[in-house]
């Protein structure tokens, strides 16, 4: 075989730069937990000297740090004046917590993935599941902070007002089932806008449950959310006027029996609101950096989820819109469309 020089320098090109990226994420993650990026934003040109004594950190380890990060283009440099700076786009980035675009806690996830590795290379030789609350807690964590700021920006100004009557519903006062819930940042978000609904967020994860009510009394929601360990298809049906699932279907074992169940759970009129990984339907169409994000985390932890609940499907988490309106209209469900798409989700609404 003859080897194409140029396309294998772009090929160890494109490597090197992922490599890069790896230990980059170290380094992203301690300027996280250590307030590098907070101490840099809005302040203009700083000196190493500057940024550790704001940060409270050591100046050697901080000036190398910042080299690293200006490698990457995550601060600007100054030959001239030594200085150091993060600009107004890479504040909102790596400086707010607050941001759509804070996706600094999506590390964690990487760092659950490395911790867990053992546990991968046994379930691929076993073809065993690896159950969600078996993770790394760091998995937890890191995808309930990654989706946090992206549901606050979206799901009440931009993805309940998409849905048909929902908004109007949610005012005047329905019962909702959140079902996957994780740490309940959806559910308290939804709750936070509409004082008049009641709100239940369901997982099977013991942890995140626990997390979620610790989150719901410091958000000063728990008059009206609530928080409980059940299946998805399982959970007491109580005529809900809109059922939930944010990026969770795809890690169930059982998704055609948790969308029967939200059938019979649901109210007359009742919406189920499903939020997926953004994906196309075909593979070839998904060989994109997100869509290479959400493979790898597929591997490792959606489709090892849903081998450990030894049921119907293994979803993966660019299962795609082909693939779960079928599971709604196994379900039996008579209506299903996508209502937006993002460049991270799907969020497509049910009807029976
Ligand atoms: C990727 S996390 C998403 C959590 C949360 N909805 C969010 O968007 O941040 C998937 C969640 O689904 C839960 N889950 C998986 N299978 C489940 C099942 N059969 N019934 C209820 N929850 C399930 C997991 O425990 C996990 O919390």
Redesign the pocket.
Known sequence: MSLDQTKFDALLGKVVADLAAGYGGVMISLGDKLGLFRAMAGAGPLSSAEVARRAGCAERYVREWLNAQAAAGYVDYDPENVTYELTAEQALVFGDASSPAYFLPAWQVVASMWADEVKAIEAFRTGKGVA??DHDQRL?CG??GF??NA?KGSLVPQWLPALDGVTTNLERGIRVA??????G??TILMAEAYPNSRFVG????AG?VAAARANAQAAGVADRVRFEV????DYPAEDYGLICF???LH????PTA?AEHAAHALAEDGTVLLVEPFAHDRVEDNFTPVGRLYYSASTT??CA?AIS?RGTHVLGAQAGEARLADIFAAAGFSRFRRALETPFNLVLEARP
């Open positions: 969600w609350g937890h995808v309930a989706y946090r549901y959140d079902v996957g819930c994780g740490h940042h959806s369901f997982d099977v994860h995140s059940a299946r998805a298809d944010f990026d969770c890690d169930m074992g059982h948790a932890m959606c989820h609940e």
